[in-house]
């Protein structure tokens, strides 16, 4: 067995969708010869949205996990906003504080100090760690996945200095992030978030996304030395028995589980739900932002709407098997960039065997697989006509206590967290054979102060 280094801001007992990809990582690579040890944060200094603690249990015993502290500017920015560090840890803005101008300022300050994310406190702390269990050991390869993007400064760092192979798993766009447009980020800040995202995706040994659509954006930007795809999955050991829809519920339960933030608001589907108010029950599991909320009562949906908040990722998965109908919603984008998105929810949705209605862009991935799969359909968001026409044959369908079409596995079997795991140990076997040197592993260069790394990552001689 050969040990390999996971660098990943999110992980249990943070919860939520954040921790799945890392997490299943983890748990997967030691089938393929590669034991993982976690570079993680200390829960204590973490801002994370949500807590799930269970999913550590998941780990096979000799992955080991290493914690560290953190400068978190999250705090100074939660203050601003007038808001616990918790409810602006995530980039969906679920939140939006108390005080608007405050928290324009705020997001400018988050858009335009902390670069490249509100997360490069954790840096020097990550490499100061990084370089503790280097000297202690040898390391076939070191994987950073993100968001925070600046996971990455961290592999950059070592690839740089000590020469250890290095994965970069990005698991949505950098600089094309839909999110940085609320963050008012000036000429000076682009610039340098450009010249880190290209820095990172030059020098990484492999770049990994998570469709094709966000590679081609990647490719575009940098010659990338390998590039692979592995997709979000499922976990069929997270996967409850499902029963059939029973007529006797007093209302058809569509389900949203995860948060619902503003950028997937649809107002057709809230419209149609007003309609169907008697009869439809939309149950909201995760956070959910005061706008969408806001659209639903607009929509007179308000008696349809039951907000369950967060739960542990194993409730998550017995609302998404108890549900009629699933609702997956792409985040919308200007440029049009959300068409390449495949969440992890899509594919544990599909696991369960419940039928999913998608709200998004027709021809994007998410579109695709639902069609290959068999397991729903996907309407663009004001397409009011196609929405309500969907849930109805579904109605229609529970009405009569009919099962769900049956789904094309083999198409689902692809996703399977323990095959897209195999993919990433593939890479690691071709950019660290096991007769790779580790001289510069063995010997270290001397230790500089941690915070030197971050302002060193934008080498001039950059490609």
């Not at 290493?66 to 803005?93: C, H, I, N």
């Not at 209302?251 to 107002?267: H, K, L, P």
Request: a positive charge; hydrophobic letters at 45%; glycine letters at 10%.
């Amino acid at each position: 067995m050969r040990r390999v280094l996971l660098v990943s801001y999110h992980f249990p007992p943070g919860g939520g969708t954040s921790v799945q990809r890392a997490l299943k990582f983890a748990k997967y690579l030691p089938l393929y010869g590669y034991v993982p040890t976690v570079l993680t944060l200390d829960p204590a200094t973490a801002a994370y949205g949500a807590m799930d603690p269970a999913l550590l249990k998941q780990l096979p015993e000799a992955v080991s996990i290493e914690r560290t502290r953190s400068w978190d500017p999250l705090a100074m920015y939660a203050r601003l906003q007038g808001l616990k560090k918790e409810e602006v840890s995530g980039l969906g803005f679920v939140r939006e504080g108390r005080r608007s101008g405050v928290g324009g300022l705020a997001r400018w300050v988050r858009g335009n100090i902390f670069l490249p994310d509100a997360r490069v406190g954790w840096v020097p702390f990550a490499i100061a760690a990084a370089r503790r269990l280097l000297r202690a050991r040898p390391f076939a390869a070191v994987i950073t996945t993100g968001p925070p993007q600046s996971a990455h400064l961290v592999g950059s760092y070592l690839k740089t200095r000590l020469g250890i192979p290095w994965i970069a798993d990005l698991r949505d766009l950098w600089t094309d992030d839909h999110h940085n447009a609320r963050l008012h980020q000036w000429l000076p800040a682009r610039f340098i978030n450009r010249r880190l995202e290209r820095h990172v995706l030059t020098r990484a040994d492999a770049v990994v996304t998570i469709s094709e659509a966000l590679g081609a954006k990647l490719r575009s930007k940098a010659r990338i030395r390998r590039y692979q795809t592995i997709p979000n999955g499922f976990d069929p050991a997270d996967v409850p028995q499902r029963s059939r829809p029973s007529a006797d519920r007093a209302r058809f339960v569509v389900g949203y589980i995860g948060s619902f933030t503003e950028d997937r608001n649809s107002a057709a589907f809230a419209k149609v739900m007003g309609e169907l108010a008697g009869e439809v029950e939309v149950r909201l599991v995760g956070l959910v932002a005061d706008s969408v909320m806001e659209e639903f009562q607009r929509a007179g949906a308000g008696d349809a709407l039951v907000a369950v908040g967060h739960v542990p990722h194993s409730e998550a998965m017995r609302h998404m098997a108890a549900a009629d109908l699933l609702l997956l919603v792409v985040s919308r984008h200007r440029d049009g960039l959300n068409k390449g998105f495949i969440g992890g929810k899509l594919l544990e949705y599909l696991s369960t065997g419940t039928a999913v209605l998608g709200i998004g862009p027709p021809d994007g991935d998410a579109a695709d697989i639902l069609r290959r799969t068999g397991g729903g359909a996907l309407f663009d968001y004001d397409d009011e006509d196609g929405i309500r026409a969907f849930v109805a044959g579904h109605i229609q369908r529970w009405r009569a206590n009919e099962p769900a079409p049956p789904l094309n596995k083999d198409v689902l079997r692809a996703f399977d967290r323990r095959t897209l795991t195999g993919k990433l140990a593939a890479i690691i076997d071709e950019i660290a054979p096991t007769q790779r040197a580790a001289s510069k592993q063995a010997n270290p260069c001397p230790d500089r102060a941690a915070w030197q790394a971050v302002a060193n990552v934008l080498p001039g001689d950059a490609a």
